[in-house]
């Protein structure tokens, strides 16, 4: 069953469970002025939250951003990071099973390849999108959006 939540809550949880793969970094979170409502299951919209936020743990030099961008009837949510990037032509695969972009990673040293595709179908089956692009920092910018719910009141 869906449930009506704030998306900052669980922005915030992520945060907070991601920190050890954070630490290191400087990490800038905006967080939506006004209480945006999303209909959805929390834990697997969280489970978007903390794939993309390792990742951009992993992969950052020294920055990694959250935003989040009220465009009327969906919320946009970036994290961005100052890393090598993914390459364009790779932008599309990152979300396909079993994908690795990163040579040097395998299944004993850095997961199966399963967590972008994961995530994406977790976005799809909430009425959203998740897509890849470059960072103004120069590295990876991950985009889930989101439809906002109707429901004011949780």
Not at 89 to 109: A, K
């Amino acid at each position: 069953e869906m449930e009506s939540f704030q998306l900052a809550h669980i922005i915030e949880e992520a945060f907070d469970v991601c920190q050890p793969h954070l630490g290191h970094l400087n990490v800038r979170i905006t967080l939506p002025v006004e209480s945006v409502i999303i209909l959805g299951k929390p834990r697997m919209l969280r489970r978007i939250l903390d794939n993309i936020l390792t990742n951009a743990g992993r992969y950052a030099q020294t920055m990694v951003e959250v935003g989040c961008q009220d465009l009327d009837e969906k919320i946009v949510i970036t994290i961005e990071d100052d890393g090598p990037g993914i390459p364009t032509e790779d932008r599309e695969r990152i979300f396909e099973p079993f994908v690795r972009l990163d040579q040097s990673r395998s299944r004993h040293s850095g997961g199966f390849g399963l967590g972008l595709s994961i995530a994406q179908k977790i976005a799809r089956w909430h009425g959203g999108s998740l897509s890849a692009d470059k960072s103004a920092m120069g590295g990876a910018k991950l985009c889930l959006e989101l439809p906002i719910s109707e429901d004011t009141q949780i």
